[in-house]
């Protein structure tokens, strides 16, 4: 008898764990207040700017082929908000300000692009093996030589990217203020 209520009991309980867990309410988050000042959500503007902050050297730092994927669906997120806003926007500062910040995301996105075609290059270098191809003499110089120019072609070209970011940056940050 004992047994047969504990095991009634344990059934009760899997039974509103699981009532529970499929038939919860979403948790929604609301607007409130504190001594009459609105507590608002973070600005697209300034997800972007914590974006490049935190972000910047990761993705112009120099080649590793094992190197994870960057971010880009975040910054996606940010440039497809900036649109909704740019189009809705009243002010020519705002539309401006929206403009700067798609174009600074643009270039972002850009950056992240060409950085995983250098990186996969020198992965398929590495991968594929010069050994096999050029003889095993002059294979190290020649591998040197070929994976050296992807790393310039990257350093030149995050030179580049990097300072047209920098500028659109500081440009967008004078127009937030």
Not at 12 to 26: D, E, H, M, T
Not at 158 to 177: C, G, S
Request: positive net charge; glycine residues 2%; contains cysteine.
């Amino acid at each position: 008898m004992m047994s047969f209520i504990k095991f009634l009991a344990f059934i009760g309980l899997v039974a509103c764990i699981v009532y529970l867990w499929f038939f919860r309410k979403p948790v929604v988050v609301h607007e409130h207040t504190t001594n009459n000042t609105i507590i608002m959500a973070e600005t697209p503007i300034k997800r972007l700017s914590a974006f490049v902050d935190t972000h910047m050297d990761a993705i112009f730092r120099p080649l590793a082929p094992d190197e994870t994927l960057m971010p880009a669906q975040e910054l996606r997120q940010i440039s497809r908000t900036l649109e909704d806003l740019k189009s809705h926007a009243t002010s020519e500062k705002d539309k401006r300000l929206y403009a700067v910040g798609l174009s600074l995301c643009s270039r972002m996105l850009s950056a992240i692009k060409t950085k995983e075609e250098h990186n996969r290059r020198l992965a398929d270098m590495k991968m594929k093996g010069f050994e096999s191809l050029l003889g095993e003499a002059d294979a190290k110089k020649k591998k040197d030589f070929f994976e050296s120019g992807v790393k310039r072609s990257w350093e030149e070209k995050a030179t580049a990217i990097r300072e047209q970011i920098l500028q659109e940056y500081d440009q967008m940050r004078l127009l937030e203020r």
